[in-house]
């Protein structure tokens, strides 16, 4: 049986391609995915298209070498919260950062219904600075 934690895991652990597929598998059709005020990204999405077109496509556009790798993992009945670090280099300015941040996932019957992300924008912010 596939436990949330497996299905969360399945969505960092992989190739970045194997990641992708699993999390678009993952989410439900009304996910909200809210990323954090300060984040580049900073809103809620609601629904796969969004996130993919709100987040994920940007961050594969805007910048080079970007991945959040999770070092720690709790999971609590239907929550499961990721903590890792953010990493990359922002194109228009060619600076790299290193953020720490948290993500808190909700789930139903093995589908995502929201992901809440905490991270450390200020790092973030200073390499989106020319």
Not at 24 to 31: G, M, Q, S, V
């Amino acid at each position: 049986m596939t436990t949330n934690l497996d299905i969360i895991r399945s969505t960092y652990e992989g190739l970045p391609e194997e990641n992708g597929r699993n999390l678009l598998a993952a989410l439900a059709p009304d996910a909200r995915w809210t990323e954090a005020a300060g984040f580049p990204y900073a809103g809620t999405y609601v629904g796969p298209q969004q996130i993919v077109a709100g987040v994920f496509q940007r961050l594969a556009t805007e910048w080079d070498g970007y991945s959040a790798k999770v070092h720690t993992y709790l999971a609590d009945g239907d929550r499961v919260a990721a903590f890792g670090v953010y990493s990359g280099t922002y194109r228009k300015t060619g600076k790299a950062m290193t953020a720490s941040f948290a993500h808190l996932y909700r789930l139903k019957e093995g589908r995502i219904t929201s992901m809440e992300q905490y991270v450390d924008s200020l790092l973030v912010q200073q390499a989106l600075l020319a």
